[in-house]
Each structure stands twice: as C-alpha cells, then as structure tokens.
C-alpha cells in the first residue's frame, strides 16, 4: 500500500501549499516530501507527481523530494532519468539518510541531487565520538566540494547544533528546534497565521 499511501501524501501536502499561499502565508524555501521506495519504483511516478502537482496548483520548484538512497541504487539507470526528469521541472532533489544506505559515490553526481541529509544516527554521538565526528565532517567536506547543501537530521542538543554549524553544515533538522504539529499549528507558529480569536 505505499505507493497509495505515498500518494496520499503528496496530494496532501501540496493541497496544504495551496491552501496557506491562498491565505497568504509564505512558506521560506520548499516543501519537502518523502518518497518510500516502492512509490519511486512505480512505472507512472513520473505522470503521477505532475498530475498532482498540477492538479493542486502549485509549482514544481516550491517541492522538494526526498528519497533514500536504497530507493534510488537499486536501479541507477533508471533513477537517474526519473531524477533528471524532475530536476528538468525545477524542484529540489534530497537525498535521505545519507550514510547509512548502499548507493556508490560513483551515482552522485550522476543523481543530480542538491542536497545531502547525514543520517541522525551520525549525529546522536557525534559529541562523544571522534569517528562520528569524523564521518559527519567528511560528508560535509565531500558535499560541499560537489557544490551540494547538507542537512542534519536528529540534532537534539545545542552542542550538535555548534558543531554542524563549525563543520560549515548550512541546516538542521531535529527535536531541538521543534517537535511534529499539526498544519495549523505550523502555520501560526512558523508562518505568521495569527491566533484564531476565542468566542465572546
């Protein structure tokens, strides 16, 4: 069922990017979308994101997919042409939990992806852990020489936060900047919706 499921949620999500820029409501940079494996693999992916896409009224460069890089490795040929196909529309293209899956550095440059997210599980003793440090710092290092953006997944402390940031990591992700809310919630508090007044 993930590829219905992953459809559903895309629908969703960029009926919510609608709906907040009809009520004005500004959302800085784009909206990320996970796609699962067995949605990516689908013959029709391609036709289906455009049809929804179009159909809720957006744009394409407003998007940002973010696929693993099992979903991507297990067919490269073929994941490069669905890639290409949506860096052509202008959206942004992540590739999640970077680090931790199979793919070859051979396939990244050919992915034309614009962003890396280094796997929490990196980041969670990357404190205590020379090592862990280490592979963030290479990561970092390997993305900005290819002219790719890295995003921290997990971070949960201050002291995470300070070393992505003097690694030259350019964003993060994570429980210490905030937990997951509904839409509305999101939208007052990161996007200026004001508070719904109480009834008198």
Not at 10 to 18: F, G, K, N, S, V
Not at 22 to 32: D, N, V
Not at 46 to 64: C, F, G, K, N, W
Request: charged share 25%.
């Amino acid at each position: 069922m993930m590829t219905t499921i992953g459809e559903w949620v895309m629908r969703h999500a960029c009926q919510q990017l609608h709906d907040w820029r009809q009520a004005h409501l500004k959302l800085p940079g784009r909206l990320a979308i996970n796609v699962s494996a067995q949605q990516f693999d689908h013959p029709d992916f391609i036709d289906r994101t455009a049809d929804i896409i179009r159909s809720a009224d957006v744009t394409p460069q407003s998007l940002e997919m973010e696929l693993t890089e099992n979903s991507v490795a297990v067919d490269p040929e073929r994941a490069t042409q669905v890639l290409h196909a949506f860096r052509k529309m202008g959206m942004g293209l992540a590739l999640d939990d970077f680090g931790m899956g199979y793919s070859s550095l051979t396939y990244l440059r050919q992915f034309e992806v614009h962003k890396l997210k280094i796997d929490g599980s990196f980041i969670q003793k990357m404190v205590e852990l020379d090592s862990e440090r280490i592979i963030v710092a290479t990561i970092v290092g390997m993305a900005r020489t290819l002219g790719l953006r890295t995003l921290a997944e997990g971070v949960e402390t201050t002291e995470q936060a300070e070393m992505l940031a003097e690694l030259g990591c350019e964003s993060a992700q994570g429980f210490l900047f905030g937990y997951p809310v509904a839409a509305d919630e999101f939208a007052r508090e990161w996007l200026g919706k004001p508070a719904e007044k109480e009834p008198a």
